[in-house]
């Protein structure tokens, strides 16, 4: 199995991030991609202006991509602060005051994925606290997602890189995915099934797949060692993508992963043609 029968997307969050926000859609379809995603680009404001939602949604549009995954509000990404809706107080307020504004955003562009990150354990507040919180901005996100037909995200971490964040393994994520969706009786809550995470975590890659691919809506790929691009570690993506395919997974493989010091056209080369860019 090659990798010119999936799909893949770019994140232009960790991708092409040597470019101005506005510049990055235009550069991944020159560089071969049609599809994009994106973490909240506006890591202090849930509600930017509309002027500024109105150029990112132009410079898609013009760049002849598709938005197909876009996170809601988590604060600040990458940094040791990622993760709203389980935050008391401002935080986790910002996390539901933006959900109705980035739904609009990505809809208009024909976007329907959303990923919710769980958010960090807080010194000093109860657990069961920050989880009943959690529960409940999640149904909220749910629902509100539900009814533009929508899928929810729920995405583990990995322990090394977030320590205060408590979804750290597989099941743990689908402990969360299943009790939204009991909460809701939506069933529109999956796992986000990022493999550099999870390998991160020291699971067993194949065990993951073959457990959770009917769960799983979208995926993300990088390198481990490094967070870099397949090919700079020792994960064997041409055996796990082509796991994923076997176990039924037909959606996309978002691109997540560092370029490193050289431009990001420069992280494509493991990619065979037609995808590969002509760089």
Known sequence: ??????????????????????????????????AVELWWPWVDAPTPEQSELDALREAIEDAGVHLVGLNFYAGQLPGPDRGALSVPGAESEKFRANVPVAIAFATSLGCTTFNALYGNRIEGTDPAVQDALALENLTFAARAVGEVGGTLLIEALNAPESPACPIVSAPKAIEVIDAVNAATGLDNTRFLMDLYHLSMNGEDLDEVIDHHTDKTAHVQIADNPGRGAPGTGTLDFTALLGRLKKNGYDGYIGLEYKPGTTPSTSAFAWLPAPLRPAH
């Open 1 to 34: 199995m090659g990798f010119t029968d999936m799909r893949f997307n770019v994140n232009l969050s960790i991708l092409f991030t040597e470019l101005p926000l506005l510049e990055r859609p235009a550069a991944a379809r020159a560089a071969g991609f049609t």
